[in-house]
């Protein structure tokens, strides 16, 4: 059965720190990893996206992946107040849905 | 982005009714899905709705619980049938739109059974 898992935290940071988020997968065959942001009420918005082993850097994000050690996370840089929410990572291979992780919940506090 | 509306927003079931959910989008798209997400929880895949054939469910989700009805390239139906309490959630219909993965998602149907 295919995995992902995340620490569900709460992870809480100072405003204007770094926060690192953490994602593991089973499937080995994942080709697509996606970081969404859920606020409480809220559908899940897309943070970034990223296909290639490597870092890729969009503002104060940067999602990181490691296909070797199955592995993704996401930094988030000056942490802001408004970033506070439910971090959902997910994975798929081409042309299937998205598997999710059960999300990390950050609180940053100001 | 593809715009997606999903009705109702919320509403409060009996116990042993069935609720159909609607969604529409704003282009064609192929991929579409219908998730549930339970509270404090994540997301699960419920299925995936195929245009002019049956849905494929995943593990643990059937046709009978969860018909799904997908009449063409711009609409679907789930359809909660025989509620409990247990079905309290928020179900997600969700496409996507430009085939790279990323999945764009409705507002969210919440339901509670009582």
């Known amino acids: 059965q295919k995995e992902v898992e995340q620490n569900s935290g709460p992870l809480s940071v100072p405003e204007g720190a770094i926060a690192s988020l953490n994602c593991t997968y089973s499937d080995r065959g994942s080709q697509s990893f996606f970081w969404y942001r859920q606020y409480s009420g809220k559908s899940p918005e897309l943070i970034m996206f990223?296909?290639?082993?490597g870092d890729k850097e969009d503002g104060r994000f940067t999602a990181q992946l490691n296909k070797a050690s199955q592995y993704v996370s996401l930094l988030i840089r000056d942490s802001q107040p408004s970033d506070s929410a439910t971090y959902l990572c997910?994975?798929?291979?081409?042309?299937?849905?998205?598997?999710f992780g059960k999300g990390t919940t950050l609180s940053v506090s100001s | 982005s593809a715009v997606i509306s999903q009705k109702p927003s919320r509403d409060i079931c009996q116990r042993g009714t069935s609720l159909t959910i609607q969604c529409q989008v704003d282009s064609q798209v192929t991929m579409m899905f219908w998730y549930r997400q339970q509270p404090g929880q994540s997301l699960t895949l419920i299925a995936t709705a195929n245009q002019g054939s049956e849905a494929t469910y995943e593990s643990g989700f059937v046709i009978d619980k969860f018909p799904i009805s997908r009449p063409n390239l711009t609409f679907s139906t789930l359809t909660v049938s025989n509620m409990s309490p247990e079905d309290s959630s928020i179900y997600l219909c969700?496409?996507?739109?430009?085939?790279?993965?990323?999945?764009?998602f409705g507002e969210g149907s919440r339901l509670t059974v009582l």
């Open positions: 990223i296909y290639s082993n």
């Open positions: 997910a994975v798929n291979q081409a042309g299937t849905a998205l598997i």
């Open positions: 969700s496409v996507e739109w430009r085939g790279d993965g990323e999945l764009f």
